[in-house]
């Protein structure tokens, strides 16, 4: 096949690949769609939450040799369903004995690219039994190792794809094979110039599914997850959220963004770049349709949802170099930015600055952004205090900054809890507030209730 038109990129979260009925389940909705030949799988639910617990250096071995048993027993599960499963079976021992490797190695040298390499694992499984599966019901599949083709920079953790090499390089080696068969690969992984595994960060998945249709040049990405479709907040949060039938890119950029965790925040990058529809429904209820994000959409509420990001950190900096001075914030962000932090929300007074930090697609190793160096950085030009235990809870939405009334309906169920910080004026799309945490939950609820619900 030439790079095909008419072609749907599908993507499958961790939840949809969990075990063998779930990815029964997936099947079929690859094979209802003959113009779905890409199909991008995440690890089965919990597998990479264990592996990056046997990076971390607190681990003991007795809890090393218990998570490799315990991911042991999720992939084995799948294999022992397989109608045939000989054909994979040694694929699946060499992944297994890899991750004990890996993991002895972690224990003689913390490399980056060792803990990327153990990351990976749990992708290189879900991918094999899911082209498996797709066989036993009849398709022609195969599993197709996606570091051929997903070139990153050496950013471990949170590596940087090339988008020119990834369209080359899947031009060459991926396209070609789109004639014949479906092809299963890995979401989440990569590898740089030299060939050694990187990871794209956190629920990196959805974005690998963005940037492969982007390189093949696909029409539509599916979002294949748990929930069916993105809702005007979390249902798990709100019982009474409604699903969202078609969302503007922005919009949903902006969702991503503030924590609904439904869809990776870069994910609509490449979809806007190339204009490529993005679904997003549920593999449970397929016939229930979901949420399509386009380019233009006939319906431009004010109120979208509401979402809501944890373990958000505030840096409070003080300095009263900021007086009728200049150059402060330059100097600030130019230490930020050398610790390849970038800042999300910010206030200034006279003297000082408050801003929280961006953990979006937070590194796959899961170590907090703020480190000894930065802060003894920064404390040589600035007082800095840090607090923890906040969340962001963003109202999201159109026209926020210029209709009048929206302050009064969000300030007026807040009244009950302290408001940390207040951002809103830069976007049209978002008024946000920081919160303490434990709050998070209540404030979605009674946001939700009256901005939706009423
Ligand atoms: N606005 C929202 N709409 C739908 N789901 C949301 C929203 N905000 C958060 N979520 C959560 O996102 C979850 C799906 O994302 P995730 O667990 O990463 O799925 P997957 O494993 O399929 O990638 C849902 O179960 C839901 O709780
Ligand atoms: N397995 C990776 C990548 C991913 O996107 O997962 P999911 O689609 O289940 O969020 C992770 O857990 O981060």
Known sequence: MSIANGLTVAKFGGTSVADYDAMHRCADIIINNPATKVVVVSASSGVTNKLVALTQATTTSEQSKLLIKQIASIQYQILDRLGHPSEVAAKIDAVISHISVLAERLVLSRSKAVMDEMLSQGEMCSSVFFAAVLREKGAAAAAFDVRQVMRTDSHHGRAEPQIESIAQLAEEHLAPLLSSQVIVTQGFIGADEEGATTTLGRGGSDYSAALLAEALRATAVEIWTDVAGIYTTDPRL????????????????????????????????????????????????????????????????????????????????HSLQMLHAQGFLAQTFATLAKHKISVDLITTSEVNVA???????????????????????????????????????????????????????????????NVRMICQGASPHNLCVLVEEAQAADVIRALHENLFES
């Open 238 to 317: 709100a019982p009474n959220a409604k699903p969202i039938a078609e969302i503007s890119f922005n919009e949903a950029a902006e969702m991503a963004t503030f924590g609904a965790k439904v869809l990776h925040p870069a994910t609509i990058l490449p979809a806007v770049r190339q204009k490529i529809q993005v679904f997003v429904g549920s593999s449970w209820t397929p016939e229930q349709g979901g949420t399509w994000i386009r380019h233009q959409v006939s319906d431009e509420p004010v109120y979208r949802a509401v979402a809501v990001r944890r373990d958000q950190t505030l840096l409070n900096l």
């Open 355 to 417: 801003l929280t930090l961006d953990k979006t697609g937070s590194d796959s190793s899961g170590h907090g952004l703020l480190s000894e160096s930065l802060l003894q950085e920064l404390s040589q030009h600035c007082r800095v205090r840090v607090e923890d235990g906040l969340a962001l809870v963003a109202v999201i939405g159109n026209r926020i900054a210029s209709t009048a009334g929206v302050c009064r309906r969000v300030f007026e169920v807040l009244e009950p809890h």
